[in-house]
Structure formats: structure tokens, C-alpha cells
């Protein structure tokens, strides 16, 4: 996702510069899945939010606070806050559950299954 004009564009001389724009390659990769995903025919009778669930084939259950890997998720959160941001207190107002077709019984005889934790960009996702 370049814009060079007449200009030659720049060569790629180290392994950083390649793994930027492999990165670049992947975002738009994604973008583009996205938008085909999303971009389908959608179920009027829900709402926005879930409609794009549906079409990614993914379910959400909400977690309740009483639940073992609620509290789990929330002293992880209060344990890694850190400590020169002290001015503000870190809160969990909802936790859900991703669950994807098929993913069960694609892992189920995994056994050294854990919490993980992954950053994107733009949003945070728990799969455990």
C-alpha cells in the first residue's frame, strides 16, 4: 500500500524492512477477508453486532463474575497493571466467550490448552 508516483520505489535492504512490508501485506490481506465476510447477505432480525458474528461463524456467551476464569482474567488484569500508572484503576465490565464452529472438536484432544492473550491493532481478544 505504497504511493510512489514516477519515483523508483525504495529497495527493501534489511529484514526488518521486509517484515514491515509483509506486515502491510497481511493487514490488507485481513482487511479484504473481512469485507468479504461482512459484506454478505445478513439476518435483518438481529442487530448489527451480531449479524457479523453469525457471518463469522462465531457464537458469545457472557461469562458471569462468579465464574472460575472470570476471576482468573481479572487478577490477571490487576496483577499486570502496572505500576507507574497508578493514577487509575482498571475494571472488567464484561468477559464473553468466543466460540467458533468446529473449533471444539479441532482441539479437543489438545492438552496443554491455556489462556492466551493476543493484541491486535485495533482490538483485544481472550481465547482460553
Known sequence: PHEFGRNTPP?????Q??????ELLEALDNIEIAFTT??????TRLNPIDQHYEQLKCKLYPIE???????????YLQ???????????MEIEHIFKVERDN??????????????????????????
Open 38 to 43: 461482512l459484506s454478505t447477505d445478513t439476518n
Open 17 to 22: 524492512q521486509l517484515k514491515h512490508e509483509i
Open 103 to 128: 473449533e471444539n472438536q479441532v482441539f479437543k484432544d489438545v492438552g496443554n490448552k491455556m489462556l492466551l492473550w493476543y493484541r491486535q491493532n485495533v482490538v483485544f481478544f481472550s481465547k482460553y
Open 79 to 89: 496483577s499486570t497493571h502496572a505500576s507507574t500508572h497508578q493514577q487509575y484503576k
Open 11 to 15: 529497495l527493501i535492504e534489511t529484514i
Open 65 to 75: 463474575k462468579h465464574e472460575d476464569i472470570y476471576i482468573l482474567i481479572d487478577k
